[in-house]
C-alpha cells in the first residue's frame, strides 16, 4: 500500500517535475568539502534519468565520494527513455522494472582521460555488480529501500512534494544529512516547522526555479529551494536594517499584534536595530537563517504569573562570535568602503568591527537604552520562537481566540471568518477597503497575514 500513495503523489501534477543539471550544479557546488569520502543515496527518481545521478556519477572521483546509491520505483513515467534497462547488465529485458544502482568507482571505461556519461554507462552495461533489480517498488519506504538508507551518509534528491514531511521525518529517524528540494510552503508544516524550530533544518542557498516535466516542457515556481541539515555558512550576506525603533515608529511601522506579543516587521530590512521584543517576520527569513549549535530556544510558559519567559545561555554561541570577531579581523583591511555602514545589529554607523557587548538586558519589547553599542550580529544570532499559526503545538502561542468571527469580503458578502485564529492579526479602528474581518471580542476591524515567524535577538536575559 505504501507504493500506491508514492505512485499516486509521483502522478499529480505538482509532483511531475524533474531537477535540471544547472540547479543541482549551482546548490552543490557549495558543499564539496562536506561530500568526500561519503556514501550518497540518490532514492526519488530513476537512477540514470535522473539529474542528481548524473551529477554525482559524472563527479565520483573529483568530489571523492566512497559511494553512490540510487534507485527506481515502479513505474516511472520518464524510466529507460536514457539508457534502456535491456542494456544494463544484471536486468531482465522487461522494460521498467524498479532497480538499484550502487557505484564504488568511476573508472576510465574508454580510456580517454575523462570520466564522463560513457564511463558511467560503459560501467551500467558491463559490471553486473553496479545493478541490481528491486524485489519490492521501489518505495523510499519499503525495508529495502530503508536498507539502503542505512548505508548511505548523505541523501541528495527530489521528493515528492506531496511526501515531503513524511519524507523528511524519515530522514530525521535514521539520523541521516541531507540536501532535499522542496516547496518552501513546507516550512508552514507544523511537522517541518517544528524541525526548523529544533535547529534540525534549514535551508540551502538557492531557489529552484524552473523544472522539466515528463513531456519535455518546463514549469517555473517561485518557491522551491534546498532544505538540508548540512552546514551551510550565509554570514557574508546580511540583512542590513536601517531604522531605530523610534524611527520605524514615526514611519508607521511596527503594529502590534492583536493576537500575539510581538510586533509586525513586514520587511527584513525593517527590523529596528535596538528592539529586543519578538518580532513577526515573513518566511523569507528563513533565507537568511541558520542555527549555531548553541542558539538557545525561548519557551512561552502557560502559567498565569506573568513570567510568560525563561532564557538558558549557551556557551557555543559565544565560541561562534569569537569565530566571527577573528573573520572580521581577518578582513579589516578591506573595509574601508564600509566605514559608514552596519551590520544586522550595528547600532552607529561605523560599527562595522565592533565587538562590545552588553549583557543582562531586562526590557523585554523595548528599545535597549542602556546598549551604547552593540555587536555585529548575523540572522543566526536571532531566537526562533514559533509560527503564526494560531495553533498551540509550538511554545508561541496565541493570547487570543476569537469568538464568532465573520470574514467580511470585498463586495460586502459574508464568509466564515475562521481563518482570523489561523493567523498573526492587525486591528484598526476604521474600516479596511479590503476583506477584513471582525469578531464578538475583537473591539475593531481585523486584518491576516500570512503566516509570520516570530524571533527575538539572542542575549536577552528575562527576569523570573
Known sequence: MANISLHNAKQQKNDEFYTQLADIENELKRYQSQLRGKAIFCNCDDPYESNFFKYFAINFNHLGLRKLIATSYDKSSIAGTLLSSVE????????????KIEINKVPDGNNDGVIDLFDVEYLLKNDKNSVAPLKEKGDFRSPECVELLNKADIVITNPPFSLFREYAAQLIKYGKKFLIIGNKNAITYKEIFKLIKDNKLWLGYTNVKKFLQPDGTIKQFGNVGWFTNLFVDKAE????????????????????????????VSKLTEIPKDYDGVMGVP??????????????????????????????????????????????????????????????????????????????????????AE?????????????????????????AMPIKRYENPIQINKDGSLSNGSKANTRATL????????????????????????????????GVNYEN
Open 88 to 99: 544494463m547488465e544484471g536486468l531482465k529485458p522487461d522494460g521498467k522494472q524498479p532497480f
Open 237 to 264: 550576506n546580511p540583512i542590513v536594517p536601517y531604522l531605530t525603533y523610534e524611527e520605524g515608529l514615526k514611519r508607521g511601522l511596527y503594529p502590534k499584534y492583536d493576537n500575539y506579543d510581538a510586533i509586525e
Open 283 to 368: 518566511i523569507t527569513f528563513l533565507d537568511k537563517y541558520v542555527p549555531n549549535c548553541g542558539i538557545d530556544i525561548i519557551k512561552f510558559r502557560k502559567g498565569g504569573d506573568d513570567k510568560d519567559l525563561t532564557y538558558a545561555p549557551a556557551s557555543e554561541r559565544e565560541r561562534e562570535r569569537e569565530r566571527e570577531r577573528e573573520r572580521e579581523r581577518e578582513r579589516e583591511e578591506d573595509t574601508t568602503a564600509l566605514a559608514h555602514t552596519h551590520t544586522l545589529s550595528s547600532g552607529k554607523r561605523g560599527l562595522l568591527n565592533q565587538t562590545e557587548y552588553v549583557p543582562n538586558i531586562k526590557l523585554a519589547g523595548r528599545i535597549s
Open 371 to 395: 546598549k551604547e553599542s552593540t555587536p555585529d550580529c548575523l540572522s543566526n544570532e536571532f531566537e526562533i520562537m514559533g509560527l503564526t499559526s494560531g495553533r498551540h503545538e509550538f511554545e
Open 427 to 458: 486591528l484598526f479602528k476604521n474600516k479596511p477597503d479590503n476583506t477584513y474581518y471582525t469578531a464578538d471580542n475583537a473591539d475593531g476591524f481585523l486584518q491576516i497575514l500570512y503566516a509570520r515567524i516570530l524571533i527575538k535577538r539572542i
